[in-house]
């Protein structure tokens, strides 16, 4: 929105450098701080996540503690111009006590960094104090701040604590939807306020707030957003405070519109019984199973929930994760239970993040409160190649019709039809493929799990295993190593000498049903673990087989707690299935591999077993597996996959059998033949580390012809 006001802006190297000399001074002084001092130091490390230990943390402490001062100093020349105050005298610490004593503001009490600064005889602190009218004169005090603050904390350090500063562009767009005149809004990690201030401390407008309830459990953060606050001449109170421990009834008022970008704090980053805390309050508040993984973001959804009724509105700043992550399952049902969702608008994630040093991408949530019985609309997924501006992309969060846009794409999907249970960040991005003209996978072929040993360490072996040990192979079967140890797209039997050569595991004890000699086990379940029914153990066995798994309870480090093996009978006796001619990996980080299976092996549950039906030849086969390993239908294998913690991608046989495919007996022969010549040329290619994406490219040419 152009105000037609003239921003200006007080930062400067100048002002930074000021700063980081006094930073300096008072680092040194920590090194050799007092007992006093030493335990303001880790009362405030407690609060913040640091370390007392580690190398970096005076510095961090030492230079928020510059910044903090310089905040308050400007705090109290603006009450002194006011006639609230006398003119600063040049001590800060009575300063601000006065300050404390005459205004009563929060602000101004002292908290563990004022401990530290007055500690430090050589600080040179008037340097500091001396800055306080530059702040006054910026027009945009929240940027000023959060910028000052970027350049005194590193990114690495911010990212520890999830703080990153809101985009200029991003909060006023927020704002303004999610606010008009005379409202009270909510800020819950405020910060330094960038998402509530008015857009010009200088011209009231129509969307300015009527008042702010700014929250934030961090001293310096809520100071950083009070003093944006009050120099954007916005009737606010600030509540220091953990946003967890807020309640409707503290903020004395009803709330029109929530503003939040919460800090993105990752679940290991909690302390353990902080995060036990958060879980059952989220639990207790929604009646839902919240995944103890989920981050510090997430429980901001679920507690600021409370704070709204059905005339309110919600915009919400987040990684976008919880799309597709498992923990964002029950976040996904809070939400639309709980909300008419308007919209969510993401930037590109090929572009990467608009924030600094974040990992991640970050979608905007657009919330209208609902009550249980009321009706939903459309909600639009929203991504933003390149910015067309605040007033475009309100157009579209409110009534944009769907489709390509020349600075994005717009996806309508009514949410009623959303599923929590599938991943929602593929909205994002358009299909050009019409899969009603495709088959379900299962029309063509039976997909099941592959066989569970219960402890592969222990009955997949290597040849180097089947050597030292003397089993003899008619004990054995073929396995197909795991997918890590398989590159490219298909298993041959001439590649058996180099599975041997690298040591991987490439036989499976397979042939073994009951064996004379081998114990019975008896399994314990309160224990955990199991037992030999008889004393046989340790006795010389002329089979090696059965002197293997005689000693295998014993020797074996985990054998023996494996639930799996020791409920089977006899617990030796591994699944039976079939060979697979065609191999899914269902797990991967990056793109699902299917391969072509040229020999007897048979395959563990790493892989699911895709067995066609007998109408479709070996042709028929590779041309099938040229289309899925194409290009083409990597869009449609993530519209099926979930996200599990940690970012990796799973299928299950349930999502292939769903899988759209190309039915091969439906095709011209000359195509079939094309498709699976092409199939051919690339696991060629990958066995000689070739680059495929050539006959990718000719494969998905071929697929969109025909398709």
């Not at 998402?195 to 857009?199: A, E, G, K, M, Q």
């Not at 799990?449 to 009955?459: A, K, M, P, S, V």
């Given at each position: 929105?152009?105000i037609?006001?003239r921003d200006?802006s007080v930062?400067s190297?100048?002002l930074?450098?000021?700063?980081?000399?006094?930073?300096?001074?008072i680092?040194s002084g920590?090194a050799?701080?007092s007992?006093?001092?030493?335990?303001?130091?880790?009362?405030?490390?407690?609060?913040?996540?640091f370390?007392?230990?580690?190398?970096e943390?005076?510095?961090?402490?030492?230079h928020q503690?510059v910044?903090g001062?310089?905040?308050k100093?400007t705090?109290?020349?603006?009450?002194?111009?006011?006639g609230e105050?006398?003119?600063?005298?040049g001590?800060a610490?009575?300063?601000?006590?006065?300050?404390?004593e005459?205004?009563?503001?929060?602000?101004?009490?002292?908290?563990?960094?004022?401990e530290i600064l007055?500690?430090v005889?050589e600080?040179n602190?008037v340097?500091?104090?001396?800055?306080?009218?530059?702040?006054?004169?910026s027009?945009?005090?929240a940027?000023?701040?959060g910028r000052?603050y970027?350049?005194?904390?590193?990114?690495?350090?911010?990212?520890v604590?999830?703080?990153y500063?809101?985009?200029?562009?991003?909060?006023?767009?927020?704002?303004?939807?999610?606010t008009?005149g005379?409202?009270t809004?909510?800020?819950?990690?405020?910060g330094?306020?960038e998402?509530?201030?008015?857009?010009h401390?200088d011209?009231?407008?129509?969307?300015?707030?009527?008042r702010v309830?700014?929250?934030?459990?961090?001293?310096l953060?809520a100071l950083?957003g009070?003093?944006?606050?009050?120099?954007?001449?916005?009737?606010?109170e600030?509540?220091?405070?953990d946003?967890?421990?807020?309640s409707?009834?503290?903020?004395?008022?009803?709330?029109d519109?929530?503003?939040?970008n919460?800090?993105?704090?990752?679940?290991?980053?909690l302390?353990?019984?902080?995060?036990?805390?958060?879980?059952?309050?989220?639990e207790?508040?929604?009646?839902?199973?919240?995944p103890?993984?989920?981050p510090?973001y997430?429980?901001?959804?679920?507690?600021?929930r409370q704070?709204?009724d059905t005339?309110?509105r919600?915009?919400?700043l987040?990684?976008?994760?919880?799309?597709?992550r498992?923990?964002?399952?029950a976040?996904?049902?809070?939400?639309?239970?709980?909300f008419?969702v308007?919209?969510?608008?993401?930037?590109?994630?090929?572009?990467?993040?608009?924030?600094?040093?974040a990992?991640?991408?970050e979608?905007?949530?657009?919330?209208?409160?609902?009550?249980?019985?009321?009706?939903?609309?459309?909600?639009?997924?929203?991504?933003?190649?390149e910015?067309?501006?605040?007033r475009?992309?309100?157009?579209?969060?409110?009534?944009?019709e769907q489709?390509?846009?020349?600075?994005?794409?717009?996806?309508?999907?009514?949410?009623?039809?959303?599923?929590p249970e599938?991943?929602?960040?593929?909205?994002?991005?358009?299909?050009d493929i019409?899969?009603s003209?495709l088959?379900?996978?299962?029309?063509?072929?039976?997909i099941s799990?592959?066989?569970?040993?219960?402890?592969?360490?222990?009955?997949c072996?290597s040849?180097a295993?089947?050597?030292s040990t003397?089993?003899?192979?008619g004990?054995?079967?073929?396995?197909?190593?795991?997918?890590?140890?398989?590159?490219?797209?298909?298993?041959?039997?001439d590649?058996?000498?180099?599975?041997s050569k690298?040591?991987?595991?490439?036989?499976?004890?397979?042939?073994?049903?009951s064996?004379e000699?081998v114990p019975?086990?008896?399994?314990?379940?309160?224990?955990?673990?199991a037992?030999?029914c008889d004393?046989?153990?340790?006795?010389?066995s002329?089979s090696a087989?059965?002197?293997?798994?005689c000693?295998?309870?014993?020797?074996?480090e985990?054998?023996?707690t494996?639930?799996?093996?020791?409920?089977r009978?006899?617990?030796?006796?591994?699944?039976?299935?079939?060979?697979?001619?065609?191999?899914?990996?269902?797990?991967?980080?990056?793109?699902?591999?299917?391969?072509?299976n040229?020999?007897?092996?048979?395959?563990?549950?790493?892989?699911?077993g895709?067995y066609?039906?007998?109408t479709?030849?070996?042709?028929?086969?590779?041309?099938?597996?040229?289309?899925?390993?194409?290009?083409?239908v990597d869009?449609?294998v993530s519209r099926?996959?979930?996200?599990?913690?940690?970012?990796?991608d799973?299928?299950?046989?349930?999502?292939?059998?769903?899988?759209p495919?190309?039915?091969?007996?439906?095709l011209?022969?000359?195509?079939?033949?094309?498709?699976a010549?092409?199939f051919?040329d690339?696991?060629?290619?990958a066995?000689?580390s070739e680059?495929?994406?050539?006959?990718?490219?000719?494969?998905?040419?071929?697929?969109?012809?025909?398709?």
């Open positions: 929105m152009s037609g006001l200006r930062y190297d100048v930074v450098n000021r700063l980081e000399k006094t930073a300096a001074d680092e920590i050799d701080a007992p006093a001092v030493k335990e303001s130091v880790a009362s405030w490390c407690d609060l913040h996540g370390v007392p230990s580690d190398d943390t005076s510095s961090i402490i030492a503690a910044f001062l310089l905040l100093a705090l109290y020349e603006w009450c002194h111009r006011r105050l006398p003119k600063f005298d001590d610490h009575e300063q601000f006590q006065l300050a404390h005459e205004t009563g503001d929060p602000a101004f009490s002292p908290c563990e960094l004022d007055w500690s005889e600080a602190t340097a500091v104090t001396e800055a306080r009218d530059q702040l006054l004169e027009t945009q005090p940027t000023d701040i000052l970027e350049a005194l904390i590193s990114g690495e350090h911010r990212r604590l999830g703080q500063r809101t985009p200029r562009d991003l909060a006023e767009l927020m704002r303004t939807w999610a008009s005379g409202d809004v909510l800020d819950p990690g405020m330094a306020g998402l509530s201030v008015p857009f401390p011209w009231e407008i129509s969307t300015d707030p009527a309830d700014g929250v934030d459990r961090s001293p953060a950083m009070r003093v944006a606050q009050t120099i954007s001449g916005q009737r606010h600030t509540h220091r405070t946003f967890f421990e807020v409707l009834g503290d903020l004395g008022g009803k709330v519109s929530t503003v939040c919460p800090p993105y704090t990752r679940h290991q980053q302390p353990t019984e902080y995060k036990d805390k958060l879980n059952r309050q989220a207790n508040q929604t009646e839902l199973d919240i103890r993984t989920s510090l997430a429980y901001f959804y679920y507690h600021l704070f709204l005339e309110s919600a915009a919400v987040t990684p976008h994760h919880f799309l597709a498992e923990y964002g399952k976040l996904k049902e809070f939400l639309l239970r709980e008419d308007k919209a969510f608008v993401m930037s590109d994630p090929d572009t990467g993040s608009r924030f600094e040093n990992e991640t991408t979608v905007v949530a657009f919330l209208e409160p609902k009550s249980a019985d009321s009706d939903t609309g459309v909600t639009r997924f929203i991504r933003v190649d910015n067309p501006g605040q475009t992309i309100l157009e579209a969060v409110r009534n944009t489709g390509e846009r020349a600075w994005g794409f717009v996806n309508c999907i009514n949410q009623a039809d959303l599923d599938r991943k929602w960040d593929v909205f994002f991005d358009p299909i019409e899969t003209i088959t379900p996978f299962s029309e063509l072929a039976d799990r592959g066989l569970q040993t219960g402890e592969n360490d222990f009955f072996l040849q295993d089947v050597e003397g089993i003899d192979t004990f054995l079967s073929r396995m197909v190593p795991p997918p890590r140890f398989v590159d490219g797209y298909d298993v041959r039997p590649d058996w000498p180099k599975y690298q040591d991987r595991p490439m036989w499976l004890l397979y042939h073994v049903d064996v000699g019975e086990t008896t399994y314990d379940a309160e224990a955990e673990c037992d030999w004393s046989s153990i340790g006795t010389k002329a087989v059965v002197e293997y798994l000693h295998g309870l014993p020797d074996h985990t054998l023996q494996r639930t799996t093996v020791h409920t009978d006899p617990w030796y006796r591994v699944e039976r299935g079939d060979t697979a001619p065609i191999l899914i990996t269902p797990m991967t980080r990056s793109k699902v591999r299917v391969l072509l040229e020999t007897d092996a048979r395959h563990l549950n790493s892989y699911y895709i066609p039906e007998s479709i030849g070996r042709t028929e086969q590779k041309a099938l597996l040229a289309y899925l390993n194409s290009g083409f869009s449609i099926h996959q979930h996200t599990l913690a940690g970012g990796l799973k299928l299950e046989p349930g999502d292939v059998k769903k899988l495919v190309i039915d091969p007996r439906e011209a022969d000359e195509v079939v033949d094309t498709l010549e092409y051919d690339l696991r060629e290619a066995r000689r680059d495929r994406a050539a006959i990718i490219n000719q494969i998905d040419t071929v697929l969109q012809r025909e398709l």
